[in-house]
């Protein structure tokens, strides 16, 4: 049966943020070849004054947006309040006379705590998609937590990208036989091993030194600036290495003063953010990912990363451990710079079977991925319950 569907998320590339959400566009752009997809996606207020920043073209899809508006600064148990209001106010009669057959809400505050509320008085069911912070973060906000388990509790299922995530939506308040792990895909024709020269050769990077890799939002929590910390002692035994930062985000300054300070700026480049469609080159030039985040689902860097053949180091947070295999990479615990320390230095000095890390990453597939999501959906649209093997389990 071909469905109407809706998905409402602030996860995915609009013209003031081009590069939002890549996992998001990827697997929803492949739904659409599958059924009828609209995209209706929360842009934040101070975004869209700020102007577009780049052009964004998606295919199989409809697209369109709604400014998100808040108080800033304070009040964030309300977003969920602001979230719904602004919605209403410039996308009512969209909601009322579309006919979807159920609705996708990929994010669980405020996105989903907003629009679940929306759904049921609309009558259109729904299916939840949590991805990490919004419930390792949000969730631990007493009222925050209340507006997400009033979303989940009552969704036609929930959809987690790793079991850990599962598991927390549950201990939330999900029905734990409507609970789905669901991991993410890896596009194989963007994402598979090459040679490492070239490359180095194609971004313009030295040959030989060893080169450790750090993508993703440029923010505290994802461990970038642990990463930073830990980089000298890589350099007292290696002095030709060199940590690239692929991304942007608010501890950008604080990169650049932390290199300073601690004499290591010469080997240190921050790229800034870089199209989805390049990141491919970037992981085969790279000697070793390095993720040390402080919470996580399972972040589609590290999937991609080992598409290609690069082992990770990464810390033992939300779904990594899950994916990353002993022979892939080195999971450390969060915050523990000596064991960070330790962590680089070995994976840089080990010989690595980058064929096996990369046949590993073939088991993620989108196809499957799609399969399993579109089953869920077509189930919840013909209001049945979809049978789940528990959170668990994958």
Same mark, same amino acid.
């Given at each position: 049966?071909?469905?109407?569907?809706?998905?409402?998320?602030?996860?995915?590339? +609009?013209?003031? =943020?081009?590069?939002?959400?890549?996992? /998001?566009?990827?697997?929803?752009?492949?739904?659409?070849?599958?059924?009828?997809?609209?995209?209706? +996606?929360?842009?934040?207020?101070?975004?869209?004054?700020?102007?577009?920043?780049?052009?964004?073209? !998606?295919?199989?899809?409809? &697209?369109?947006?709604?400014?998100? !508006?808040?108080?800033?600064?304070?009040?964030?148990?309300?977003?969920?309040? +602001?979230?719904?209001?602004?919605?209403?106010?410039?996308?009512?009669?969209?909601?009322?006379?579309?006919?979807?057959?159920?609705?996708?809400?990929?994010?669980?505050?405020?996105?989903?705590?907003?629009?679940?509320?929306?759904?049921?008085?609309?009558?259109?069911?729904?299916?939840?998609?949590?991805?990490?912070?919004?419930?390792?973060?949000?969730?631990?906000?007493?009222?925050?937590?209340?507006?997400?388990?009033?979303?989940?509790?009552?969704?036609? @299922?929930?959809?987690?990208?790793?079991?850990?995530? #599962?598991?927390?939506?549950?201990?939330?308040?999900?029905?734990? +036989?409507?609970?789905? &792990?669901?991991?993410?895909?890896?596009?194989?024709?963007?994402?598979?091993?090459?040679?490492? @020269?070239?490359?180095?050769?194609?971004?313009?990077?030295?040959?030989?030194?060893?080169?450790?890799?750090?993508?993703?939002?440029?923010?505290?929590?994802?461990?970038?600036?642990?990463?930073?910390? #830990?980089?000298?002692?890589?350099? @007292?035994?290696?002095?030709? #290495?060199?940590?690239?930062?692929?991304?942007?985000?608010?501890?950008?300054?604080?990169?650049?003063?932390?290199?300073?300070?601690?004499?290591?700026?010469?080997?240190?480049?921050?790229?800034? @953010?870089?199209?989805?469609?390049?990141?491919? =080159?970037?992981?085969?030039?790279?000697?070793l990912l390095c993720l040390?985040?402080?919470?996580?689902?399972?972040? /589609?860097?590290?999937?991609?990363?080992?598409?290609?053949?690069?082992?990770?180091?990464?810390?033992?947070?939300?779904?990594?451990?899950?994916?990353?295999?002993?022979?892939?990479?080195?999971?450390?615990p969060m915050q523990d710079?000596?064991?960070?320390?330790?962590?680089?230095?070995?994976?840089?000095?080990?010989?690595?079977?980058?064929?096996?890390?990369?046949?590993?990453?073939?088991?993620?597939?989108?196809? =499957?991925?799609?399969?399993?999501?579109?089953?869920?959906?077509?189930?919840?649209?013909?209001?049945?319950?979809?049978?789940?093997?528990?959170?668990? /389990?994958?």
């Amino acid at each position: 049966m071909r469905l109407k569907i809706l998905i409402l998320t602030n996860l995915f590339p +609009t013209p003031w =943020d081009p590069l939002r959400g890549a996992f /998001n566009r990827q697997q929803f752009e492949r739904l659409g070849q599958r059924h009828d997809v609209d995209v209706l +996606t929360a842009v934040d207020f101070r975004e869209r004054l700020r102007g577009v920043r780049g052009e964004v073209r !998606v295919d199989n899809l409809r &697209t369109d947006h709604f400014v998100f !508006v808040y108080p800033p600064r304070f009040g964030r148990s309300l977003h969920a309040f +602001t979230w719904a209001v602004s919605l209403l106010l410039q996308r009512w009669r969209k909601l009322r006379t579309s006919g979807y057959d159920v609705l996708l809400l990929s994010w669980a505050y405020p996105d989903a705590a907003a629009a679940g509320w929306l759904a049921r008085r609309l009558g259109i069911p729904y299916v939840v998609k949590v991805h990490g912070s919004d419930l390792n973060v949000a969730a631990n906000y007493r009222l925050r937590r209340a507006q997400i388990r009033s979303a989940l509790k009552p969704a036609g @299922a929930v959809v987690a990208v790793s079991r850990a995530l #599962a598991e927390k939506a549950v201990a939330i308040g999900a029905d734990a +036989t409507r609970v789905h &792990t669901i991991y993410n895909g890896v596009d194989s024709d963007l994402f598979a091993p090459g040679s490492q @020269a070239e490359a180095r050769a194609r971004l313009g990077l030295a040959a030989g030194a060893p080169l450790l890799l750090y993508v993703g939002n440029l923010k505290s929590t994802k461990g970038c600036v642990d990463l930073l910390k #830990a980089f000298p002692a890589v350099l @007292a035994q290696r002095p030709d #290495a060199r940590l690239i930062f692929v991304g942007s985000g608010t501890s950008h300054a604080e990169l650049l003063e932390r290199a300073t300070a601690s004499g290591c700026a010469e080997r240190v480049v921050l790229i800034g @953010a870089v199209a989805h469609s390049t990141l491919g =080159d970037w992981f085969r030039a790279a000697d070793l990912l390095c993720l040390p985040s402080h919470n996580e689902g399972v972040p /589609n860097v590290v999937l991609e990363a080992m598409a290609c053949g690069a082992p990770v180091v990464a810390t033992r947070v939300g779904g990594i451990p899950e994916v990353v295999p002993d022979y892939a990479g080195i999971l450390v615990p969060m915050q523990d710079q000596a064991a960070l320390e330790t962590a680089l230095l070995e994976a840089t000095a080990k010989t690595w079977d980058h064929a096996r890390i990369a046949n590993h990453a073939c088991s993620f597939r989108w196809d =499957d991925n799609i399969d399993r999501l579109e089953r869920i959906l077509q189930v919840v649209a013909a209001g049945e319950m979809p049978a789940a093997s528990g959170p668990a /389990n994958a």
